[in-house]
């Protein structure tokens, strides 16, 4: 699979960390959108990962073992807290979580979304469905090769993006 | 009081449901998994997060034949595993679905409706012959603390299951109230690491 540079990922990352409201909550997907989590500390956000924290920061301090969604090592922010996955689930299904920053294996021009397999791999949904269901505003950070016109593996779930992030811009899908 | 877990206890228990805890190799119970997966025992159904990673995860029960039908919400991460999926039932929950089912199982709900895209839809609640899961600390009365993060489906888990096996790092050690996390009287058996 072709890679993208860190660079990149770091413009796409500071973009879409840049189109959440200051203070308000995040879920972090894996991949790409972990790499927010310093520009949305930065603005004060509320940071979810599904491996259960609530208000999570870039920083490990302390002896606890914090992982985010891509299984790093990160810390949690003055008034965090960590709860099992049930209840962050209830959370995220709640409606109280209003932003989601994922990552996809192709989105299209119509917002379907592709995650939990290609034509020979099948990795399964994960957590992906129940942020699709549940959180309003829904943003894919992905390279730009990976947005495309119409999807060429197997639809995760449709009109779904609401705005997609690559390092050459910002689309908006209506 | 628990008690521990002796190393055949999985010698004659075939065609068994086991909740095994852990997210992305992390909050594995691997000493119970590489106990279960060592056993002559068969044809099991598992029912996990995902995959883990080679090192953490359900990998040596797959590898040695152990299961039959495994359901979870993620397999991604472990390349390892791909080879063993295609042998066995593979069933795929969204991982919210795959939580609600495990905690209403734990309270004898028999399932629920719940709406996944724009598809309403009936899932069944989960319940298990085994909970194989991982604390931190426990003491004495079988009270778990969890570290951090390493708490995801743990708590859950331990609750569904008929029997309960819990594997910590400490034990026994004084563990004050706030850290009590867990009540003692869900746990059967600890194994220390």
């Known amino acids: ?174 | 009081m628990p008690h521990e877990v002796v190393s055949d206890f999985f010698f004659d228990v075939d065609s068994c449901v086991f909740l095994i805890g852990g997210f992305g190799g992390t909050g594995v119970p691997m000493k119970l998994i590489e106990m279960l997966a060592r056993s002559k025992s068969k044809n099991h159904t598992i029912i996990t997060n995902d995959t883990g990673t080679k090192k953490s995860g359900i990998y040596p029960l797959l590898k040695n034949g152990k299961v039959s039908k495994l359901i979870c919400s993620f397999v991604g991460q472990n390349k390892e595993v791909e080879a063993y999926l295609s042998d066995i039932e593979l069933i795929f929950l969204p991982q919210g679905s795959l939580a609600e089912s495990i905690r209403t199982g734990a309270s004898k709900i028999k399932g629920f409706h719940e709406k996944i895209l724009d598809n309403y839809r009936h899932t069944e609640s989960i319940y298990a012959d085994y909970s194989l899961v991982k604390a931190a600390k426990a003491d004495i009365y079988g009270n778990l603390f969890y570290d951090g993060t390493d708490k995801n489906f743990n708590p859950i888990m331990l609750m569904a299951g008929k029997e309960t096996l819990v594997e910590v790092d400490k034990y026994p050690v004084k563990l004050k109230l706030h850290e009590r996390m867990m009540p003692g009287i869900y746990v059967d058996y600890i194994l220390k690491r």
């Open chain 1, 1 to 174: 699979m072709l890679t993208i540079s860190l660079k990149d990922k770091i413009t796409i990352a500071k973009k879409a960390a840049s189109i959440i409201t200051e203070g308000s909550s995040v879920v972090l997907g894996a991949g790409i959108p972990t790499k927010c989590l310093k520009f949305l500390n930065d603005k004060d956000c509320w940071v979810i990962y599904e491996t259960g924290i609530i208000g999570a920061c870039p920083f490990s301090c302390g002896t606890e073992t914090i992982i985010d969604a891509s299984r790093k090592k990160i810390g949690l922010r003055e008034g965090g807290s960590i709860f099992d996955s049930a209840f962050i689930f209830s959370l995220i299904r709640s409606g109280r979580i209003k932003n989601a920053i994922l990552g996809a294996l192709e989105v299209d021009l119509s917002g379907n979304v592709a995650c939990h397999a290609t034509h020979t791999r099948l990795w399964g949904y994960g957590g992906s469905l129940d942020i699709y269901s549940y959180v309003e505003k829904k943003i894919f950070v992905i390279p730009q090769r990976r947005f495309v016109s119409k999807l060429s593996i197997p639809v995760s779930g449709k009109h779904i993006a609401d705005i997609v992030v690559t390092e050459n811009g910002y689309y908006e899908i209506k």
